[in-house]
């Protein structure tokens, strides 16, 4: 039987729009980076974006078209970079203002191959010291399916 009391939520509340807060907002990466301007850099040329931003998790994505290597796969090289700007954005908020942040390991096992969409990539702490952070990266295809693990190590400097 379907609970129709007044306590229901409304369907017009009932969107992730709705409750989930703008985190990509929250954080102002550019600034983090003295006013960063992505212009000629990685960030835009594989056309990366940035969804979701906090010293323990970050998420972003990037086309798979333009990002592939000569068979039509997504080029290795580019889960590799997706998976160290994320967790390089996080380990930069982690570390807060007047420090800096530089990758010194990287690591990525790549499962599957992806052909088209997007492929998303999930940063998540596994260490958040004074000098160091770590953070494993999943990235997966547009149907949820595991297509590279990545591991990275920043050291904070400052």
């Given at each position: 039987?379907?609970?129709?009391?007044?306590?229901?939520?409304?369907?017009?509340?009932?969107?992730?729009?709705?409750?989930?807060?703008?985190?990509?907002?929250?954080?102002?990466?550019?600034?983090?980076?003295?006013?960063?301007?992505?212009?000629?850099?990685?960030?835009?040329?594989?056309?990366?974006?940035?969804?979701?931003?906090?010293?323990?998790?970050?998420?972003?994505?990037?086309?798979?078209?333009?990002?592939?290597?000569?068979?039509?796969?997504?080029?290795?090289?580019?889960?590799?970079?997706?998976?160290?700007?994320?967790?390089?954005?996080?380990?930069?908020?982690?570390?807060?203002?007047?420090?800096?942040?530089?990758?010194?390991?990287?690591?990525?096992?790549?499962?599957?191959?992806?052909?088209?969409?997007?492929?998303?990539?999930?940063?998540?702490?596994?260490?958040?010291?004074?000098?160091?952070?770590?953070?494993?990266?999943?990235?997966?295809?547009?149907?949820?399916?595991?297509?590279?693990t990545a591991r990275l190590t920043c050291m904070i400097l400052g």
């Amino acid at each position: 039987m379907t609970d129709t009391s007044a306590s229901a939520t409304p369907p017009e509340a009932d969107t992730a729009a709705d409750t989930e807060p703008d985190t990509a907002a929250a954080i102002d990466w550019k600034a983090m980076y003295g006013g960063a301007d992505t212009a000629g850099t990685l960030f835009e040329r594989m056309e990366m974006e940035l969804l979701e931003l906090a010293p323990d998790r970050a998420v972003g994505r990037i086309p798979v078209k333009g990002n592939t290597q000569p068979a039509g796969l997504l080029h290795g090289g580019a889960s590799v970079v997706l998976a160290e700007t994320l967790g390089s954005l996080a380990a930069q908020a982690h570390a807060g203002p007047g420090k800096k942040t530089v990758g010194i390991e990287v690591s990525a096992t790549h499962h599957r191959g992806a052909r088209e969409g997007y492929v998303t990539g999930t940063a998540t702490a596994i260490h958040l010291g004074r000098t160091t952070a770590s953070y494993e990266i999943v990235i997966t295809d547009d149907a949820g399916k595991r297509v590279c693990t990545a591991r990275l190590t920043c050291m904070i400097l400052g």
